[in-house]
């Protein structure tokens, strides 16, 4: 979620003795997570100027941009992760109280109660999509490099 991605890559590097090698998982914009975070960008103001959005980190072309010739062997996979829950709203309802972004905006809307539900509403069909036997399925992008 480094919103300032040449700070966070450089420190990530920084740390990193040359021919270690580093791996993060991050969320694809298209894919649950991603989702989630252009939905709440919808509702919430815009970030402070020189940020990036968090759903970049989950693209690959963007990630080997970011690296530029800093790194070799970059390499990326996915993987699935689900969380057990009970339905879509049981979801919504653990994500605005353990997801930041979600719990600021939940926090912003509380005086503006129809908004609150639209925002409610679309967050519990989007979560529809990726649910199913009592589970959410979260997919995500494994990025993987070598420092040289």
């Known amino acids: 979620f480094g919103p300032r991605p040449d700070i966070t890559l450089a420190e990530m590097l920084r740390v990193l003795k040359p021919g270690g090698r580093i791996a993060f998982s991050t969320w694809p914009p298209e894919l649950y997570t991603?989702?989630?975070?252009r939905l709440i960008g919808s509702y919430?103001?815009?970030?402070?100027?020189?940020t990036s959005p968090p759903g970049e980190w989950g693209d690959p072309t963007i990630v080997r941009e970011r690296f530029g010739e800093r790194v070799t062997d970059i390499?990326?996979?996915?993987?699935?992760?689900?969380?057990?829950?009970?339905?879509?709203?049981?979801?919504?309802?653990?994500?605005?109280?353990?997801?930041?972004?979600a719990a600021r905006l939940v926090e912003m809307l509380k005086d503006d109660p129809p908004r609150l539900a639209q925002f409610r509403a679309e967050l519990e069909a989007l979560t529809?999509?990726?649910?199913?036997?009592?589970?959410?399925r979260q997919d995500f992008l494994m990025s993987r490099a070598t420092k040289r």
């Not at 991603?34 to 975070?37: H, L, T």
């Not at 919430?44 to 020189?50: E, I, L, Q, V, Y």
């Open 75 to 101: 390499t990326f996979g996915t993987g699935t992760m689900f969380l057990p829950a009970l339905s879509p709203a049981h979801v919504r309802v653990f994500t605005e109280v353990n997801a930041g972004p």
């Open 44 to 50: 919430a103001p815009p970030p402070p100027p020189g």
């Open 128 to 136: 529809a999509d990726y649910f199913s036997d009592n589970r959410l």
């Open 34 to 37: 991603g989702r989630i975070f």
